[in-house]
Antibody, heavy 115, light 110 residues
Framework: EVQLVESGGGLVQPGGSLKLSCAAS????????VNWVRRAPGKGLEWVGH??????????LYGASVRGRFTISRDDSKNTAYLQMNSLKIEDTAIYYC??????WGRGTLVTVSS | SYELTQPPAVSVSPGQTARITCSGD??????TYWYQQRPGQAPVTVIY???ERPPGIPERFSGSSSGKRATLTISGVQTEDEADYYC?????????????FGGGTKLTVL
């Protein structure tokens, strides 16, 4: 079955860190870029960032609101991508989705930043 | 960075045609993608590369692009199509392009 499964969400205090995982199966993960997208309560979709494939040197790019705080990585041997989130802010509270191969989306994992 | 502009809301009756537009200065040169998100669910890609429909997406969903405007058309709207719809393209400011989302359009099926 073609799928992406996110994990690692939870409750964290402002200024804290959290690492999300995105496990892929059923498609050529290693040849595909992985995008992270979030949706905060009452707001629309926001692009967080992406990591490209080995062919594109694993290049990464980030949205302005997370640049310098979030880092995306991947381990193709495990068919898994990661989103390391540091210096978390209350406004980072959202459901985080990973997406790959144009049409494959995970179900999302909830991150709540609150004291 | 630049913006993609969508109408906040569109309402249609079942069986009618819904058209959701997306405007942006970069669209003449860049592909547009459309995503459907029902309440409490993950997004679903309904159109990619302006007009391509993924397997499993009903034929009533179609996409087009002309100049600075892209359009998602849903012909013969069904109640299950009630959802938020987002267009997405690339940020023209970067040679290695990031993504930009429109603000989303809430489709209500009356």
């Amino acid at each position: 079955e073609v799928q992406l499964v996110e994990s690692g969400g939870g409750l964290v205090q402002p200024g804290g860190s959290l690492k999300l995982s995105c496990a892929a199966s059923g498609f050529a993960f290693s040849g595909s870029a992985v995008n992270w997208v979030r949706r905060a309560p009452g707001k629309g979709l926001e692009w967080v960032g992406h990591i490209r494939s080995r062919t594109n040197n694993y290049a990464t790019l980030y949205g302005a609101s997370v640049r310098g705080r979030f880092t995306i990585s991947r381990d193709d041997s495990k068919n898994t991508a990661y989103l390391q989130m540091n210096s978390l802010k209350i406004e980072d509270t959202a459901i985080y989705y990973c997406m790959s191969a144009t049409t494959v989306w995970g179900r999302g994992t909830l991150v709540t930043v609150s004291s | 960075s630049y913006e993609l502009t969508q109408p906040p809301a569109v309402s249609v009756s079942p069986g009618q045609t819904a058209r959701i537009t997306c405007s942006g200065d970069g669209l003449p040169k860049l592909y547009t993608y459309w995503y459907q998100q029902r309440p409490g669910q993950a997004p679903v890609t309904v159109i990619y590369k302006d007009k391509e429909r993924p397997p499993g997406i009903p034929e009533r969903f179609s996409g087009s692009s002309s100049g600075k405007r892209a359009t998602l058309t849903i012909s013969g709207v069904q109640t299950e199509d009630e959802a938020d719809y987002y267009c997405q393209s690339s940020d023209t400011a970067d040679s290695h392009r990031g993504w930009v989302f429109g603000g989303g359009t809430k489709l209500t099926v009356l």
